[in-house]
Structures are given as structure tokens and as C-alpha cells.
């Protein structure tokens, strides 16, 4: 056993931990650390501000050819007849695949495929393709879906399905019936789609029966494992490249149908082939956030004790399910229940999305503790002190509240003029999600180069710089004397980079892997110099310990072959270190300004205060934290997937309508990693990309309320629903 400093300056707990084998002493609040924790330029930073970053989008070959799905143009249909000759004789149609008989169940599902030697010229043979349906009754929202007598979407059962069982529902009613207020409200949430800039879809290229895959993706194991499934070949034949990708959020793990097209493409026609989809397709075919209806009935007492909490909600996954929320939750209720249905609609099938249920379920949890919070007249942020037993949380809302000027709040409604300002503010929680099963390869050349190598993927949260520093760090060198290669599934396993993993699960295994070749570096030392090679380490550049100065690059002259290799492996016992506190946590505040005249939300200032164990690089860890604010901010404003009723088509399928936060939308945004010292792995490293994105929502709909005086329970907080919650517009 050895001792750990877990937590933060402030609060500090000592624990007991097992020493793990063949490992190095876990970093700690007592662990100086020269290059961790300090500001580094991302490492692929000017390869991306220049262009040169090479993403799928950008993979071109000579005698490329180009590939396309035709999508139906209604909600609810048969193909009864299909027919592509006319396509096929077009000169430049090369491929085409589609029979009739496939049974719609949302717009923009694919009838057909074809491949082409352009882009115009698919065009063009997409037009030609015949098809003719017989269009059935559809429901293409929650409300039509959940109506009397709606169309159903599967055969085999109705549209509202699951409701998991309600549970505990006496002891809410007990809690219910000993507090002092009770709110009873309806929250509303909108669907949003990824709207990742580069789309989803692949180049495929075969030589000699193997096949390579240059995919836009955030699982590139994933892509080798589902693809070899699709084909039926073996995964040993696929090489997955995925340099850089642009977002995927949730929504690019493994194959879709598409991919599998285009690669089925490039094996018959023996040439290079590119399906990357259009904006519209990503719209409608790539994943969404469900939406939600979530009836809410939340009590307190005077003194400002939380009692209980019964949520019924729903939601669409579109022909899907999944569309939980995370409500009720965070706080200490004595009693808490929830119900959740799916309920299955004409439309693009959900798929998971940054913090999976949380951002739809915050929102609602968050508004009703200011509803609460109000019918008491409690301070909101003396009342979630009061209910929140998280000792992060609770220190993050003091530095939270001080950043953000919490005792400027006045008493919501009472600011003067037709544009009034509102603070609010939210909470978030997270697992620390690390996983065992990654491997990462250590490179020493006796020319003094470091490599470090893993098959997965940048999601695009910094991956290759995260590597290099806690690399850099364990070989006590400058980062910028160590390279990364990701995204070749020729190197070491690596997992999808969802559920916040890729951090904390790789994070010790590169540490692992350094201190491995390390060791070996300085045995070869001791053999070539003499000296305890046990006594040496590797710190500022140079060899300390041995028996005279020695640089790293004079260390590694010493070696009896060209490069030294180590594999670390992220084996269980490197995630069973005692932790500081179950979850990972954050606060936000917010400012806005509410033009009561016209409606319009602007959002001036978001505070964020984020937990993610070890903070590896604060420049990185405050980009995912500002990133997390602006989808949320983006989420709480403007972006809506509107369907038409009548059609079930989306009706803004494109940047321009669906309207996604720009430049000109940003508010000021204070981004604070705060360090906590949480145990977990050796390193401590634990999730940020999911968690700074759930509380935005709930922040600005509170401060919105505060701001006006009344609550817009519905996203995105759009001017007429501001107008309609003033009583100007009904
Ligand atoms: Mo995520 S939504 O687990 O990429």
C-alpha cells in the first residue's frame, strides 16, 4: 500500500492505495510534474489552421469514382416499382445497386445506390432512377406519433414504448406530502442534429483483396470491425485511416449502410471510390438528439430541503429508440422517481450525442430548481449548495458565483427597461469513464527520437497532444521532442472515442508505456556506463542518478540495437485506484440580456467550472470546455430539426435554416479547468468532452426567467416563445 493526496487545495484526503505491479507511483496533489499542466500548442494545430490536415473529405485519387444513395422524398411508403436502367446507361455510371420492395419508414431513407465516374454525372444518373411509391400515413412528430389513431412506425407494436417502470412512487408522494411547496411543470426539448462540419462517409480503395478505408470517424476499430462484418472478410484485411476527422459527437462509430455501399462500389468496379454525404443527408440520415416532453413534479420545504421528484417523459429516437433523459438526478431528493417512453416516429432514427440524455434532462431539472427555488424565496444558489453533496461541486460554486458576479442577481423580473439582463446558472455530472483494453507503443531510436503509436482516433479533443505531454512528462523531455502517430489501425488497439473514454483510458497507458522503455533505456545505460540503473530516471533532458552527466540523446547512443520498443497495456488494475469523489462535476453560470420587445436571447457571459481529474493541458481542457458551452449555447437558442407535418420531410435541412451558433452569436466565455486529484489511474486523468455541454441549457433558462420574470419551459428559447411567455404574443 502506498498513500495518495486525492481532491484539491482546500480539500484534501489521504488514502490507502494498492501498489499496482510493474507500474510507476501514481501521480498525486504531492507529484511535481514538469511538463503536465502546462499550456502546449496542440500538435496538430498549424497542420489544421493551414489546410494541410488531411481529413476523408479531403482523400482524392486518380480514377476515383463517386458514390450517392437515392433517398425517398416521403415519411411512410413501399417501393412498389424501382427502376435504374435508364441510369445505367448513362455514360460514367459505373455501379448501382437497389430492388423494390424496401418499406420507408422516414424521409430520406435510401432506395438505391449508384457510382459514378463524377459527381455531376451522379447527378445527373440520380435523376434518371424511376421509382414508384405507394405513400402510406406517417407521424412524423411526438405529437402526431402519441395521438389516437397515429400511423404506426414498426409493424410489430405501438408508437409509445418502454416507460420504464416508475418506481419508488409511494415514497416520492410520502416526500411529496412533508414538503412545504410542490411545482408541477412541463418541460420541452427540441431535436438536434450533430451538425458535425465534416460529414459522415469514407473513401475505400481495394488492392490485392485487402481493402483501405480512409474514414471520417471517431472509432476507427470500430469501422475495421463492422465493415469486415458487412463484407464478410476478415477484419485483418481492413486498414482504417482516420487522420483527422471533423466532429462526430456520437454519431460516427461503426459503418453505415452507406460505407458498406461504397465499398462494395470500389471492390466490383477495381477503382478508388468516395461516398461522403451531402449537408441535407446529414440532416436527415446521420443521428439526431431525440427530444423530449418531461412532466415534472418536484417539492421542497421552507427551510430549503429538497423532498421529491416524479418525472414522466418522453421522447423520440425517430424510428429508433433511446431517447431517455437524465432527470431527475444531481441533487438530494429523499424520494425520486422517473418514468421514460420511446416513442417511435417517421423520421431519421436518433443516435447518441454528446452527454447521451443529459442536456434534454438538465434543462428540466435545472429550471425546476429555480422554480422551486422561487417559490421559497431561496437564493438558486444557496438552495443547490444546500441539496448538492458533490465536495467538487461545492467548491466549484463559490468560484463560480465570484467569476460571474452572482450577487448582482436581482429578484427575477425586477430589471428596469425593454432589455434586461439575467443571471442563472446550472449543474453537471459525468462517470469517469476510463477503461481498460487500450494499447499504446513506445518508440526510443538510438538517434534520440521518441514516437509514440495508437490505432484510434482525435475525435478532434486534442488525442495527439495528450499523448505527447503525458509522454513528455514521463521521459522528462520537452514535448515537442516526442511525436504521435494515431489513426492507422495497423498500430495498437485503441477504443472509440465515446463516453468521454479516450482521455482516461489511454492517459496511463502511455505513461505505462514510456516508464517501460524508459526502464529499458536505462538499463542499457548501466550496461554501457555502470551505475544502479535502478537509482536512474530521466528528467529536463538528462539522465539523473547515474554516474556522470549524461544527456537523453547521449543515453540513447548507448543502446545495442536501433530503437527500443515498449507496449504498455491499460490492464484493469490501472483503474482500480481509490477515487477522490464518484463523478466527474462542473458548474455554469450564465448572463443574458432579453430584449423584451422583440424576444431576442443574447447571450453576454457563460462562466463554466469544470472537473476533469489531472488537468493534462489547460489550453486543451478549456477548448473542450468552451466547446461543450457553445453547442450548448447553440442547443438553447437556435438549432431545431423542423419537420413537416404534412410530409414528414425536415424542413430546414441545411446550415442556413437550421441555424447552428456562429461568431457574431458568442458571448464572452470563462472556461476554468479545475484540477482535482481524483485517483482513478496512475495518471488521474478522467472525462471532459461530454460534461461541459450539459448544464449550458438550464444556465440560460435561467437566466432568461431571471432576466423577464416568466419561464420559457421549451428549446430552443426563441424570440416568440420569449413574447409568448411575456404575455405579448399567445
Ligand atoms: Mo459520445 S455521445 O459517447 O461520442
Redesign the pocket.
Known amino acids: 500500500m502506498s498513500e495518495l493526496r486525492l481532491g484539491f487545495p482546500g480539500n484534501e484526503k489521504r488514502v490507502d492505495a494498492p501498489d499496482v505491479k510493474d507500474s510507476p507511483a501514481p501521480w498525486d496533489l504531492a507529484t511535481d510534474l514538469a511538463v503536465v499542466g502546462k499550456a502546449h500548442p496542440r500538435l496538430d494545430g498549424a497542420l489544421k489552421v493551414t489546410g494541410r490536415a488531411k481529413y476523408s473529405y479531403d482523400i482524392r485519387f486518380p480514377g476515383m469514382i463517386y458514390a450517392k444513395m437515392l433517398r425517398s422524398p416521403h415519411a411512410s411508403a413501399i417501393v412498389r416499382k424501382l427502376d435504374i436502367s435508364k441510369a445505367k446507361a448513362l455514360p460514367g455510371v459505373v455501379y448501382s445497386e437497389g430492388a423494390a420492395g424496401a418499406r420507408i419508414r422516414h424521409a430520406g431513407q435510401e432506395v438505391c445506390g449508384l457510382a459514378a465516374e463524377s459527381e455531376e454525372i451522379l447527378d445527373d444518373a440520380l435523376a434518371l432512377v424511376e421509382v414508384e411509391y405507394e405513400v402510406l400515413d406517417h407521424a412524423a412528430t411526438l405529437d402526431m406519433a402519441m395521438a389516437e389513431g397515429a400511423a404506426k412506425v414498426l409493424d410489430d407494436g405501438p408508437n409509445v414504448r418502454g416507460g420504464r417502470a416508475p418506481g419508488n412512487l409511494e415514497a416520492v408522494a410520502k416526500a411529496h406530502a412533508e414538503a412545504d411547496v410542490v411545482v408541477a411543470q412541463e418541460y420541452r426539448t427540441q431535436v438536434q442534429t450533430h451538425s458535425c462540419l465534416e460529414t459522415h462517409g469514407c473513401v475505400c480503395k481495394w488492392e490485392g483483396g485487402k481493402l483501405t478505408v480512409w474514414a471520417s470517424t471517431?472509432a476507427t476499430f470500430a469501422i475495421q470491425s463492422s465493415m469486415a462484418q458487412a463484407l464478410r472478410i476478415p477484419a485483418a484485411d481492413i486498414l482504417v485511416i482516420t487522420e483527422h476527422m471533423g466532429g462526430?459527437?456520437?454519431s460516427k462509430f461503426g459503418i453505415s449502410s452507406w460505407d458498406a455501399f461504397c465499398a462494395r462500389a470500389a471492390r466490383e468496379t477495381k477503382r478508388p471510390c468516395r461516398l461522403m454525404l451531402d449537408r441535407r443527408e446529414e440532416h436527415l440520415v446521420a443521428g439526431n438528439r431525440p427530444d423530449s416532453i418531461q412532466r415534472c413534479k418536484f417539492s421542497a420545504k421552507r427551510d430549503g430541503t429538497l423532498c421529491g421528484a416524479a418525472v414522466e417523459a418522453f421522447g423520440t429516437a425517430g424510428n429508433g429508440g433511446g431517447a431517455g433523459v437524465f432527470n431527475p438526478g444531481i441533487y438530494a431528493f429523499k424520494a425520486a422517481s422517473q418514468s421514460a417512453s420511446d416513442v417511435l416516429t417517421h423520421a431519421g432514427g436518433a443516435r447518441?450525442?454528446?452527454?447521451?440524455s443529459h442536456p434534454q434532462g438538465v434543462f428540466a431539472l435545472e429550471g425546476m430548481m429555480d422554480e422551486l427555488a422561487d417559490a421559497i424565496g431561496m437564493d438558486p444558489l444557496a438552495f443547490r449548495k444546500r441539496n448538492d453533496r458533490h465536495p467538487v461541486r461545492l467548491a466549484q460554486y463559490d468560484v463560480g458565483a465570484k467569476e460571474i458576479g452572482w450577487e448582482r442577481r436581482v429578484k427575477s423580473g425586477s430589471a428596469k427597461g425593454p432589455v434586461k439582463r439575467g443571471l442563472g446558472m446550472a449543474s453537471t455530472r459525468w462517470g469517469h469513464n476510463a477503461r481498460p483494453g487500450d494499447a499504446v507503443n513506445c518508440r526510443i531510436g538510438r538517434d534520440g527520437s521518441v514516437l509514440f503509436s495508437n490505432g484510434s482516433q482525435d475525435?478532434g479533443t486534442g488525442t495527439r497532444t495528450v499523448i505527447a505531454v503525458i509522454g513528455a512528462e514521463e521521459l522528462g523531455l520537452p514535448v515537442a521532442r516526442v511525436s504521435v502517430r494515431l489513426g492507422h489501425t495497423s498500430d495498437p488497439y485503441g477504443h472509440g472515442?465515446?463516453?468521454?473514454v479516450t482521455a482516461p483510458s489511454i492517459a496511463p497507458v502511455v505513461r505505462h508505456a514510456a516508464w517501460l522503455a524508459k526502464r529499458e533505456l536505462l538499463a542499457n545505460v548501466a550496461a554501457a556506463d555502470g551505475g544502479d540503473a535502478g537509482k536512474m530516471d530521466l528528467r529536463g533532458g538528462k539522465v539523473t542518478g547515474a554516474s556522470r552527466d549524461l544527456t537523453f540523446e547521449q543515453a540513447c547512443a548507448m543502446m545495442t540495437k536501433d530503437a527500443i520498443e515498449a507496449q504498455g497495456q491499460g490492464r484493469a488494475e490501472f483503474f482500480g485506484l481509490p477515487r477522490f469523489s464518484g463523478e466527474v462535476a462542473g458548474v455554469q453560470f450564465a448572463e443574458v440580456e432579453v430584449d423584451t420587445e422583440m424576444g431576442a436571447v443574447r447571450v453576454v457571459k457563460v462562466v463554466a467550472v469544470q472537473d476533469c481529474g489531472l488537468v493534462v493541458d489547460p489550453l486543451l481542457a478549456r477548448s473542450q470546455i468552451s466547446g461543450g458551452v457553445i453547442q450548448g449555447i447553440s442547443y438553447a437558442l437556435f438549432e431545431d430539426r423542423i419537420l413537416d407535418r404534412a410530409t414528414g420531410n425536415m424542413v430546414n435541412p441545411n446550415l442556413l435554416d437550421y441555424k447552428v451558433l456562429g461568431a457574431a452569436d458568442m458571448p464572452e466565455i470563462v472556461s476554468i479547468a479545475f484540477s482535482v486529484a481524483n485517483g482513478i489511474s496512475p495518471t488521474g486523468v478522467s472525462s471532459l468532452?461530454?460534461p461541459p455541454t450539459v448544464p449550458t441549457a438550464g444556465a440560460i433558462g435561467n437566466a432568461v426567467a431571471n432576466a423577464i420574470g416568466a419561464r420559457v419551459r421549451s428549446l430552443p428559447i426563441t424570440p416568440d416563445k420569449v413574447l409568448a411567455a411575456l404575455g405579448v404574443l399567445s
Do not use: D, K, L
Request: net charge neutral; no cysteine.
Open positions: 471517431q462526430g459527437f456520437g447518441a450525442f454528446r452527454a447521451p475525435i472515442s465515446g463516453g468521454s468532452g461530454e
